[in-house]
T-cell receptor
Framework: SQKIEQNSEALNIQEGKTATLTCNYT??????LQWYRQDPGRGPVFLLL?????KEKRKERLKVTFDTTLKQSLFHITASQPADSATYLC???????????FGSGTRLQVQP | EAQVTQNPRYLITVTGKKLTVTCSQN?????MSWYRQDPGLGLRQIYY???????DKGDVPEGYKVSRKEKRNFPLILESPSPNQTSLYFC??????????????FGSGTQLSVL
């Protein structure tokens, strides 16, 4: 069956360090992969999209990689800040399917 | 301000009492969708709509109805709510419905409790 796996355990890091979150998937052939940020009690907010033929995408302190051989995406936040504390969701769009399927998210806690 | 507006924010009801959660977007988006979010299960799609009068089932449509009479509105209807529909619900929209390469804009959510 199709699966998207994100680490369910919270990631705790010190301010200024790089946070790396993982998204693994099985039985998908995604054309695109997206990352969203979700704060408690709020709706997810889009951060980045990466296409299957892109290895890496950057936006300010954010970097996303996409390895279709490993079936994995890594999401990096460099120079992390307490304001980056949130849950981060990855979402896949399977080719030809009109919906995003979301992982259950990883909670990031950045300690000052 | 471009936004997706859901109401109510919180709702407590009893089993079997019909309810409607409203969703409205002001971005002239063609695609709208409902998700529910449960701990450990992530966001799961309930129904979606590609345009006015065009709706289709998502992954977990049982017990829900939707309608799309106007482009901006996409209400979620629970005809006979049950406790297993207690969840956090999100409405989302995107410009054209090619969700694979478009970002979704989400509402702030509706926390529903069915007693």
């Amino acid at each position: 069956s199709q699966k998207i796996e994100q680490n369910s355990e919270a990631l705790n890091i010190q301010e200024g360090k790089t946070a790396t979150l993982t998204c693994n998937y099985t039985n998908y052939s995604p054309a695109y992969l997206q990352w969203y940020r979700q704060d408690p009690g709020r709706g997810p907010v889009f951060l980045l999209l990466i296409r299957e033929n892109e290895k890496e995408k950057r936006k300010e302190r954010l970097k996303v990689t996409f390895d279709t051989t490993l079936k994995q995406s890594l999401f990096h936040i460099t120079a992390s800040q307490p304001a980056d504390s949130a849950t981060y969701l990855c979402a896949l769009a399977h080719t030809g399917r009109r919906a995003l399927t979301f992982g259950s998210g990883t909670r990031l806690q950045v300690q000052p | 301000e471009a936004q997706v507006t859901q109401n109510p924010r919180y709702l407590i009801t009893v089993t079997g009492k019909k309810l409607t959660v409203t969703c409205s977007q002001n971005m002239n988006h063609e695609y709208m969708s409902w998700y529910r979010q449960d701990p450990g299960l992530g966001l799961r799609q309930i129904y979606y709509s590609m345009n006015v009068e065009v709706t289709d089932k998502g992954d977990v449509p049982e017990g829900y109805k939707v309608s799309r009479k106007e482009k901006r509105n996409f209400p979620l209807i629970l005809e006979s709510p049950s406790p297993n529909q207690t969840s956090l619900y999100f409405c989302a929209s995107s410009p054209s419905g090619r969700a694979s390469n478009e970002k979704l804009f989400f509402g702030s959510g509706t926390q529903l409790s069915v007693l």
